[in-house]
């Protein structure tokens, strides 16, 4: 198995432009789970689905940050527009219930 | 929501010298989680622990659960360069969510 896996592994773009970041789940687990890490704040949940379904965006920034989970193995998150705060390293982690979490290499950005 | 507390934030250690990190919650746990995060990588998992007292190792690794499933501990013998990293304990939250901790830097100076 692949592991988790994410795209881009890094992002440069500038303020205002939309970043889309990509996450493939592990085949078999049914729950995604995007963070943030920063160094002021540390791992942050964003967001969380469960069968596709999001239960918990309460960690949702603001109305820029959208998430969609189109089928069971692939997800996104959207920025749009994007500002300097948002720079930060993206992780997407996968997990079957309330098992494991399995962590993608995370997607680097850097806001301009 | 859940809230927990790590300490300590960061810890320099000589290699070949002992390293522990805490895991404290207002709540009692169900479980609890550690992760190991190397420098510009992602968070892996390392150990599970559910039972009240339960003592896992992992070569020199020990984690323990506290009696009243509140706390935790993560203790390293005899560090060695391939333990830097931050490592954070993960508790579980809401449906299938872990909040996870504020992590503890570890450098160990060769």
């Known amino acids: 198995d692949a592991g988790v896996i994410q795209s881009p592994r890094h992002e440069v773009t500038e303020m205002g432009q939309e970043v889309t970041l990509r996450c493939k789940l592990i085949s078999g687990h049914n729950s995604l789970f995007w963070y943030r890490q920063t160094m002021m704040r540390g791992l942050e949940l964003l967001i969380y689905f469960n069968n596709n379904v999001p239960i918990d965006d309460s960690g949702m920034p603001e109305d820029r940050f959208s998430a969609k989970m189109p089928n069971a193995s692939f997800s996104t998150l959207k920025i749009q527009p994007s500002e300097p705060r948002d720079s930060a390293v993206y992780f997407c982690a996968s997990s079957f219930g309330e098992a494991t979490q399995y962590f993608g290499p995370g997607t680097r950005l850097t806001v301009l | ?110």
């Open chain 2, 1 to 110: 929501g859940q809230q927990v507390m790590q300490i300590p934030q960061y810890q320099h250690v000589q290699e070949g010298e002992d390293f522990t990190t805490y895991c404290n919650s207002s709540t009692t746990l169900s479980n609890i989680q550690w992760y190991k995060q190397r420098p510009g990588g992602h968070p892996v998992f390392l150990i599970q622990l559910v039972k009240s007292g339960e003592v896992k190792k992992q070569k020199r690794l020990t984690f323990q659960f506290g009696e009243a499933k509140k706390n935790s501990s993560l203790h390293i013998t005899a560090t060695q360069t391939t333990d830097v990293g931050t490592y954070f304990c993960a508790v579980p939250n809401t449906g299938n969510q872990f909040y996870f901790g504020t992590g503890t830097s570890l450098t160990v100076i060769p």
